[in-house]
Structure formats: C-alpha cells, structure tokens
C-alpha cells in the first residue's frame, strides 16, 4: 500500500473525522461559555460584591513609571512598564473552565447512561445459539 493510500485511509477513518468535529463544537461552546461567564456570571457576582468585576482585578507590585525628562531634554527617568498579576482574569478562566467541565461531565454521564440502557436491552444469546455460533466459525476455518 502506498503511503498516500495509507494516510488517505487514515485521514478518512470515521474517529478521525469524529474527533475533528469535536475539536470545532468544543471550540466554539468554549467561546460560549467565555460569553456566558464575563457577560453573564461576572455582572451578578460584581452585583453580589458591590460593583466589583474580578476580571479587572490584578495586584501590582511594581506601577508604571512615566518617563520624566528635564529642560533640556535630556530623560532623567526612563518608562518603566507596570508590573501586575492579573489574578481576576485567572480567576474568570477558572470559572470557565469549571463550568466546561461540568458541562462535559453531565454530557458523559448521558451517554453512559445510554450505553447501560443499549446493554440491559440487547438480548441475550442463549446458550444454544451460542453453540450453534461456535460450530458454525470452526466449520469456516
């Protein structure tokens, strides 16, 4: 088999294909929950704590320095960037996350729920049938 063959055979596999189209419906309910969590959840938890949005939240250990020139030019003081942790935004992805998680967790409890019922409603073989299956496949060979 040529290797174009082989990857093509590869690449159209039927999980390939699945996983594929879980990575573009993951993505975008990701951007959903993003949404839901700064336009939905952040206003009423900054309602509950008076106005506060955690996203804005940072601590600053070293502000922004302005650059301070003397009269003739000359710069005294250069621009010194700020230096912040930005713990409101981790915070925010967190909840993000949190929520993604739940929602996966309760998508796969669904389906395993609907696997036990696939289970407990196919039929048993019995033991005839069985035998019967056995002789059948030893007889092929």
Request: glycine share 8%; hydrophobic share 50%; aromatic share 10%.
């Amino acid at each position: 088999m040529s290797f174009i063959k082989e990857f093509k055979q590869f690449a159209l596999r039927g999980n390939l294909v699945d996983i594929a189209v879980a990575f573009v419906i993951g993505g975008a309910f990701g951007k959903v929950v993003s949404t839901f969590t700064e336009k939905l959840i952040a206003p009423l938890i900054g309602l509950l704590t008076g106005g506060t949005n955690f996203y804005d939240k940072k601590l600053v250990p070293k502000s922004e320095i302005n650059e301070v020139v003397d009269p003739s030019g000359k710069v005294v003081i250069p621009h010194g960037a700020e230096v912040a942790i930005e713990w409101g935004a981790f915070v925010t992805v967190v909840i993000d996350f949190i929520i993604v998680a739940f929602a996966m967790f309760l998508i796969i409890k669904g389906i395993n729920a609907l696997k036990k019922k696939e289970e407990l409603s196919a039929p048993e073989v019995s033991k005839t049938d069985q035998l019967l299956t056995e002789i059948r496949d030893s007889l092929k060979k």
